[in-house]
């Protein structure tokens, strides 16, 4: 009997251990089972790489491949609808516009091979790439490159998909290698946009790219598994440089805790963008790289809303944040602090003295809140996607900090799904926690969304001046007055600084995590993935 | 004579362990040796000391106050739960055992279908329809406690309906409901008892498990759950993080099982 009941009360002790083992492992548990056979036969074939530039063809003839996480499923596959950057940096290894960015931020030639301006920088003359074939083996024609930029232009009907291409008026095939653009007004940065992944040239006899993915780029879109996976295969016909490795499977790890164990587990063999924590904690087996993510992390406040519709709310807001205590805590002192919607990358329109308009200042935050008519503070809620570690820390530290100023920052975490519908697309939010990056290295990629009628504009900012500031902006691009158009970008920087648009953090730093088998990750000033250039290190 | 002292020893060791529980979670309401969302740079991820008793966290937090905090909002989260579930369930239960009748039939199998889903898998639709947060999930895992205890009332009271003792009750011109409350209900204490325990238990793990899948307390507020979770990414560099954390779920769970198998037999 004594034995029994001992028994009992063991046999309940370990059923309540394994409880707990399903109950809180089982989601970490099977994301790291579905992938484990990949890591094996990826160096078994290979004998030792040395010199990356001469040993690529014998990596090639292998069956390599590497498994990259992303923290979102894509949320299109058709480059006009790819409104995410996570999905953009994706397409960018499948679809090629004209032009496309190379790793120094050049614009090189792509589907055309060159193009000449007429003096009035009003036409455009691209000359077709000799050869140039699509994923489905097509070739890529005149007739091709004139649906693509007439769709993207809306010249068949319809809105146009890239604003600033409602700026051509005609697209024009005089023979079946010349492409005449021409335009309304001239401007300076066409180019720029035609090296953007919503540019890019697709087959005009594929009517649905959401299901059947055709471009011209180094690699190939094989499949797809909703919130899951998807996978890429190298396209051996690619004109330029082929890719290194044959297969790239992307797996989708929306859940930012996940993300070590995963490496760690071998499930996944790279991410971009894991924080120093995690960094930390990964072992021998893993190089990281340390770039610039390109984008401005910040806390956006929808200035539609009480009380964010009130400017000196958002000043006290910004007075009450301590950027550089919020680079230590996320990311061990890492990334540049900015003031404005511009960052480093962009040179000549990065002004760096914005960021000094709002020096950390409590008394001065309380004083504008006291001003405001919120003496006691108030509360609001920051909806921040749960994907990403960098923001949740970030939001996490904000909130720490704005109870200084006796305001209370409530945290609700969404999924990125939500995020694109509920904040982005329907602007149900009060502040939100994300970073905002750009597609091209023009000024114009970061700031049109601000102008108050910009379809973009997910904060609902609107400001005559800054209105009249980027329209000015964009007639001095026209008569390609650069140093002008410069001029008044910054006149736009300044504005959103000076109404704190938004409480602007940092640059983040970029920390790439990435199995030392491979090699050759190339930073981007953009926020681009290009899974081209990486080879099997082994 | 024997079986009798072994039976105690589960009650009493369960005892020692809940009250040690539960007096950490009151002493959490009310004093924290730390503010628990108070971030200190210069101890990120510092092991366990004189300082701070478990070490802290990615952001400097003292994970003692954040253990105590946690199992608070955890512990009171799953309290919730339970007086929904058992204030729902013995209402529903009571009446249906007692009146029988196609009022019985109806209900109960309406409670068979919310029965046949997983709590964890109805909290989810819910939380996914209505939102996340504390209140939410409480909600919602109350309303997926419900048929558990309505299932458990009912039995005891369909038992109880036909004994001597109701009847003379009925025919002496007792109304209804002092029978159900006051005649039946407190015969039902007995078993009602030990699966409020057992409810405890799993709202607890439910809870946990919410909060793992990040659907339950926000951030930077803290519950057992969550913290499990947050830990996950800090295991090597933090491991008193985890370890700690799930001590707590494990101490908090095991001393109300003991506790429940201590009442039912003793």
Redesign the interface.
């Given at each position: 009997?004594?034995k029994r009941?001992h028994k009992?009360?063991k046999v309940?002790?370990v059923s309540?251990?394994l409880?707990?083992t399903i109950?809180?492992g089982g989601?970490?548990g099977d994301k790291a089972d579905g992938d484990s056979t990949q890591d094996a036969t990826v160096s078994t074939d290979e004998s030792s790489v040395s010199a990356p530039t001469n040993a690529q063809e014998e990596a090639d003839s292998a069956d390599s491949q590497i498994t990259v996480g992303i923290p979102q499923d894509l949320n299109s596959l058709d480059p006009n609808y790819a409104n995410g950057s996570g999905t953009q940096e994706i397409l960018f290894n499948i679809y090629e516009g004209l032009y496309k960015p190379d790793s120094d931020g050049n614009l090189n030639p792509a589907v055309a091979s060159g193009y000449t301006m007429s003096e009035d920088g009003l036409v455009y003359t691209f000359t077709l790439r000799d050869g140039i074939k699509f994923h489905n083996g097509n070739p890529v024609t005149v007739a091709d490159v004139k649906y693509s930029i007439e769709k993207c232009a809306g010249l068949n009907g319809g809105e146009p998909v890239i604003s600033a291409f409602s700026n051509i008026a005609s697209v024009e095939t005089p023979d079946d290698k010349t492409i005449v653009v021409t335009l309304k007004e001239a401007s300076s940065v066409f180019i720029a946009i035609c090296a953007t992944i919503e540019a890019a040239i697709v087959p005009a006899d594929v009517a649905d790219l959401e299901a059947e993915p055709v471009g011209t780029g180094p690699y190939k879109f094989v499949s797809r598994s909703l919130q899951e996976s998807v996978v890429l295969e190298r396209f051996d016909d690619y004109w330029g440089e082929p890719a290194h490795i044959k297969t790239v499977n992307l797996k989708v790890l929306a859940?930012?805790?996940?993300?070590?164990?995963n490496l760690e587990g071998g499930a996944v063999d790279m991410v971009a963008r894991v924080t120093t924590?995690?960094a930390?904690?990964l072992?021998d087996e893993f190089n990281i790289l340390e770039g610039t993510m390109n984008l401005v992390q910040g806390m956006y406040l929808n200035n539609a809303v009480e009380p964010f519709d009130n400017e000196l709310v958002r000043k006290a807001l910004c007075y009450a944040v301590n950027k550089q205590?919020i680079l230590?805590?996320v990311s061990d002192g890492k990334g540049t602090p900015v003031g404005s919607s511009m960052f480093p990358t962009f040179g000549k329109y990065y002004m760096d003295e914005l960021n000094d308009v709002y020096t950390t200042d409590i008394e001065k935050a309380k004083e504008l809140l006291a001003e405001a008519g919120y003496a006691d503070g108030f509360e609001f809620t920051a909806k921040v996607p749960?994907n990403y570690?960098q923001h949740?820390?970030t939001?996490?530290?904000l909130?720490?900090q704005y109870k200084a100023i006796g305001v209370t920052m409530?945290?609700?975490?969404?999924e990125w799904e939500t995020w694109l519908s509920d904040v982005y697309g329907a602007r149900d939010f009060e502040a939100t926690v994300v970073g905002v990056d750009a597609s091209t290295l023009t000024a114009g990629a970061m700031l049109s969304r601000f102008q108050s009628t910009a379809s973009n504009n997910f904060i609902n900012y609107g400001n005559p001046d800054y209105d009249t500031a980027y329209k000015n902006a964009l007639s001095a691009e026209a008569v390609l007055d650069d140093d002008m158009a410069t001029q008044y970008y910054k006149e736009c920087e300044t504005i959103l600084t000076d109404t704190a648009a938004n409480v602007y953090i940092q640059d983040m730093c970029e920390l790439v995590a990435i199995n030392k088998k491979y090699a050759g990750y190339e930073f981007y000033p953009l926020y681009i993935q290009d899974f081209s250039k990486l080879y099997v290190a082994e | 004579m024997?079986?009798k002292k072994?039976?105690s020893l589960?009650l009493i060791i369960g005892l020692i362990i809940t009250c040690i529980m539960l007096f950490l979670i009151i002493l959490g309401f009310f004093y924290t040796p730390y503010d628990p969302?108070?971030?200190d740079?210069s101890a990120?991820?510092a092991a366990p000391s004189i300082k701070h008793l478990m070490g802290c966290d990615?952001?400097?937090r003292d994970i003692f106050s954040r253990v105590l905090k946690g199992m608070g909002n955890t512990f009171v989260i799953a309290l919730a739960t339970v007086v929904i579930g058992v204030v729902s369930g013995v209402l529903i239960g009571a009446v249906t055992g007692y009146f029988g009748g196609w009022l019985d039939e109806v209900v109960m199998r309406i409670n068979d279908v919310v029965f046949a889903f997983p709590s964890?898998l109805l909290a989810l639709v819910f939380i996914s329809l209505f939102?996340?947060?504390k209140y939410n999930v409480v909600l919602a895992l109350g309303i997926a406690f419900i048929p558990s205890f309505a299932r458990i009332v009912r039995g005891e009271f369909i038992k109880y309906r036909e004994m001597d003792y109701v009847k003379s009750a009925r025919l002496a011109g007792v109304s209804h409901l002092r029978i159900i409350f006051v005649h039946i209900l407190p015969n039902t204490m007995t078993v009602l008892l030990s699966s409020i325990m057992i409810g405890f238990n799993n709202a607890v793990?439910?809870e946990?498990?919410m909060s793992?899948?990040?659907i339950g307390v926000?951030?930077?507020d803290a519950s057992l759950?969550s913290m499990?979770?947050?830990a996950?990414?800090?295991?090597?560099?933090a491991p008193g993080y985890a370890v700690f954390t799930?001590l707590m779920?494990?101490l908090l769970?095991?001393g109300f099982?003991?506790l429940a198998?201590g009442l039912k037999k003793g």
């Open positions: 009997m004594t009941e009992n009360a309940l002790f309540m251990l409880t707990l109950a809180l989601c970490a859940d930012a805790d996940a993300i070590v164990m924590a995690q930390a904690e072992g205590e230590d805590f749960s570690q949740i820390d939001a996490q530290v909130a720490e409530n945290i609700e975490l969404i | 024997q079986t072994k039976h589960n969302t108070k971030m740079s990120k991820f990615n952001f400097g964890i939102g996340t947060g793990l439910a946990a498990g793992y899948l990040g926000q951030p930077p759950g499990l979770s947050e996950q990414g800090y295991l090597f560099s799930g779920i494990i769970v095991l099982s003991l198998d």
